[in-house]
């Protein structure tokens, strides 16, 4: 864990959006129906509303605290809630402070804006609780454990986003797959998601992909899934690791798009009985230092086949030709 210099609010902190408002030309405004708000996903998507000429989106928000953040024997004073919406594809950062719904409460209450042409693909929303301790104004004493995400391309509220896969000839595809001709897919990680190009040059690995076929063509099938997965979750991994913001101090930061949300998925397995910040540091010293990289990489293998489930597939494959050879010899 992270220390601080200072005391902190112990317990969660939470953030929700309790409406949204869509405003466009005119100032016409529709509000964001329910299904556009998914609490548990934490997700906003004005896409669900079908306008196409909104200018800017009003949420109005609300954050809880611990009761101890407003205790008149707590070791700080005058605490503030600031709720923060950034997007690392657009560098752009707002926030709003907001206002305590009833004296001795502990919900906090206000609303931020989203203007649409500021923003490009997912903004993140976090709560940030501050206030003066031993005398130093504007200390951090809590934030949330989860940022909540706007997402201005997704027609539906879903934290996790499908990847985009593209079937391709790579012999006479684009320029950059040609090199590539005689393997079966590439993964490309410079776009705003993720891409696996699928070579239909390959003999049989479309059909196979997309097919329905045989019990044992299934089972390859699964595999092959298994295996491209694999290769997706390690190259997102090191495009994530590679491209980290960092701050004066040199503390490297988890970036706001899907990029962060691959490295605190990974992380855990990577740099186990750690905080995701502390293995985030860890794992870029090793990255950027003399020595230590190398001997990551088997827990970076081992962080990508799982969450592939390699193992599984490998073992549904095992059993289910053990029991056709069991059949065949009966």
């Known amino acids: 864990m992270r220390a601080y210099p200072y005391p ?10 309790t409406a949204a408002e869509l405003r466009g030309p005119g100032d016409v ?11 548990v996903e934490q997700v906003v998507a004005p896409g669900t509303s079908g306008r196409h000429d909104w200018e800017w989106l009003r949420m109005k928000v609300t954050a809880t605290l611990p009761g101890r953040a407003t205790a008149p024997d707590s070791p700080w004073t005058h605490p503030a809630v600031v709720v923060v919406l950034s997007e690392g594809a657009t560098n752009t950062r707002i926030s709003t402070t907001l206002t305590l719904a009833e004296e001795g409460g502990r919900q906090w209450e206000g609303q931020i804006d989203l203007w649409r042409d500021d923003h490009l693909d997912r903004a993140s929303l976090s709560v940030h609780v501050v206030a003066t301790v031993d005398g130093v104004a504007g200390r951090e004493i809590a934030s949330s454990t989860k940022d909540w995400i706007v997402d201005l391309k997704s027609s539906a509220p879903f934290r996790e986003r499908e990847l985009d896969v593209v079937e391709v000839g790579f012999s ?6 040609r090199p590539f001709h005689e393997v079966p897919w590439a993964v490309d990680t410079s776009g705003d998601l993720p891409v696996v190009h699928i070579n239909t040059d390959f003999e049989g690995v479309a059909d196979l992909v997309n097919g329905n076929g045989t019990a044992v063509d299934n089972m390859m ?9 694999t290769d997706v979750w390690t190259a997102v991994f ?5 491209d980290l913001e960092i701050e004066d101090d040199g503390t490297p930061l988890f970036p706001r798009d ?19 910040e502390d293995a985030l540091a860890e794992v870029h010293r090793r990255r950027t230092g003399t020595s230590g990289w190398t001997d990551l990489q088997p827990r ?14 490998l073992s549904t494959t095992i059993r289910g030709l053990d029991g056709l050879h069991r059949e065949t010899e009966a």
């Open 8 to 17: 902190r609010l112990p317990g969660v902190v939470s953030l929700r959006v």
């Open 221 to 229: 099938r699964d595999l092959l899934l298994a295996q491209m997965c």
């Open 258 to 276: 899907w990029r962060g949300e691959v490295l605190r998925e990974m992380l855990p397995d990577i740099v186990p009985d750690r905080s995701v």
């Open 29 to 39: 405004r529709d509000p964001l129906e329910t299904t556009g708000i998914s609490p």
């Open 300 to 313: 970076i293998h081992f962080a990508a086949t799982r969450r592939a489930e390699v193992p599984k597939a």
């Open 238 to 242: 090191h495009t994530a690791i590679g």
């Open 172 to 177: 006479e595809g684009p320029q950059w797959l």
